[in-house]
């Protein structure tokens, strides 16, 4: 079964560089949700999207900023990259974002900000 | 408000025994509860979810849970551990509050889970 995607898998930047991540939600789902795993923590919300709309946010940071498509897929950009901001950054799926709905989760993009 | 309190940082069990990973939580309105496995450097994976059915979910794995609302519980068990079960878990609430249909996920700070041969 096709499963959530997540481009890159691993992604290297400087201080202050700008990051783009992509999400590829499983097909069908509409709804996808962005979550922060830092070392050690266990993943934050950042934000979600229910048909191309944004539908709550989380913790995000005023550098970042997210969107989704038409064809569904989300990309999160990152811009002024701070060390802090290394974590793993999993991108989830579901089916219509209901609260009894199962989020899928990707691989994860890890990102080191040096 | 909603969230999840793992009772276990670290829950070390050896090869062939039981598994109980406890995991409490608070919720304004009727949650749905979910586990899920995260293997080093893997995504997360869908071990079992709760949704107002039965109150004993059994998962993959041969893992199960039971919802316990009088105690604000939803413990992980599993009967004979394997080593492949090694991994961190995750406890995770999910609720929506009336007129607002879309859920957002809470975690819990997760329990490693190390077994012994």
């Known amino acids: 079964a096709a499963g959530v995607i997540q481009s890159p898998r691993h992604l290297i930047k400087e201080k202050r560089e700008t990051a783009t991540l992509k999400c590829y939600p499983i097909?069908?789902?509409?709804?996808v949700y962005w979550y922060q795993q830092g070392p050690g923590q266990d993943p934050q919300f950042l934000i979600s999207?229910?048909?191309?709309?944004?539908?709550d946010k989380g913790s995000i940071p005023d550098r970042f900023s997210a969107q989704q498509f038409s064809d569904y897929h989300s990309e999160l950009n990152m811009s002024s990259l701070e060390l802090g901001d290394s974590a793993l950054y999993f991108c989830a799926s579901s089916l219509n974002g209901g609260a009894a709905d199962t989020q899928y989760f990707g691989p994860g993009t890890r990102l080191t900000v040096l | 408000a909603q969230s999840v309190t793992q009772l276990d940082s670290h829950v070390s069990v050896s090869e062939g025994t039981p598994v109980l990973l406890r995991c409490n939580y608070s919720s304004s309105y009727s949650p749905s509860l979910f586990w899920y496995v995260q293997h080093p450097n893997k995504g997360l994976q869908l071990l079992l979810k709760?949704?107002?059915?039965?109150?004993l979910v059994k998962g993959i794995n041969g893992f199960e849970a039971e919802f316990k609302k009088s105690e604000t519980s939803f413990h992980l068990t599993k009967p004979s551990a394997h080593m492949s079960d090694a991994a961190e878990y995750f406890c995770v609430v999910s609720s929506a509050s009336p007129g607002y249909n879309f859920n957002k996920f809470y975690f819990g700070s997760g329990t490693k889970l190390n077994v012994k041969p």
């Open positions: 709760y949704t107002s059915a039965a109150t």
């Open positions: 999207f229910y048909e191309k709309m944004q539908s």
């Open positions: 097909p069908r789902h509409d709804t």
